[in-house]
Structure formats: C-alpha cells, structure tokens
C-alpha cells in the first residue's frame, strides 16, 4: 500500500507555469510507475502524463505535449508535473496516481493507487 499526496496546485495566469509534487509514503519500497490525470466537473479523468518504473520515454497526453513535463526524483519518493505554457483549459483537479505494473496505461482504472487532487486554475 502506498499514500499519494499532492501538492503546487494554484492560480495562475495564461501563459504561465507551476510545479505539481506527489509524494509516496507507506510502501515506497516497491517500484510504481507514476502518472498525473485530470479533471473537471461532469468529465472522466484524462490521463495528462506517466512514467514507468521500469525507464523509458514518459508519456504525454496530446493536450499537453510539449508544455508538461514529468520527472521522478527517487530518492525523494515523489513525482513533479513541471506545467508550462498554461491555458484555461488546463484548469481542472490534478491527480497522481501510481500502479506497480510498468506499463502507462491512459485509463485511469488500470490505477491501484491514487492521491486526493490538488486543483489547478488558470485564468485569462
């Protein structure tokens, strides 16, 4: 079992950036691949970025390639969304989630683990 805390979420101004941090605590001994999804009033959770524990590329959503980018530091236990270019429709709840499997599904149910959101709002 392992706990999934969110933090950096905030207002912020079109064009802008913020930094999102999940930390892991409880069973961080075991590799998770990690991903971040989002999401808004009425919607399903989309699936923003993910990184396996295993390497390799991470994977980006189409909204938000070039302008996100996800980073691990290990021995921290904790995983960043580094968010730039920000747009309103980037505005939503931000999750992390975390599964032991090493492959980055984009469906947020193939997650065993999940934080409890921290929301972004970007404004014009």
């Known amino acids: 079992q392992v706990s999934l805390v969110e933090s950096g979420g905030g207002l912020v101004q079109t064009g802008g950036s913020l930094r999102l941090s999940c930390a892991a605590s409880?069973?961080?001994?075991?590799?998770?691949?990690m991903a971040w999804f989002r999401q808004t009033p009425g919607k399903d959770r989309e699936f923003v970025s993910g990184?396996?524990?295993?390497?390799?590329?991470?994977k980006y959503g189409d909204s938000v390639k070039g302008r996100f980018t996800i980073s691990r530091a290990a021995a921290k236990n904790t995983v960043y969304l580094q968010m730039s270019s920000l747009k309103v429709d980037d505005t939503a709840v931000y999750y992390c989630?975390?599964?032991?499997?090493?492959?980055?599904?984009?469906?947020?149910?193939?997650?065993?683990?999940w934080g409890q959101g921290t929301q972004v709002t970007v404004f014009t």
């Open positions: 989630a975390a599964r032991t499997r090493s492959s980055i599904p984009e469906t947020a149910g193939e997650y065993d683990f």
């Open positions: 409880g069973r961080t001994s075991t590799r998770y691949t």
């Open positions: 990184d396996s524990w295993i390497g390799g590329p991470p």
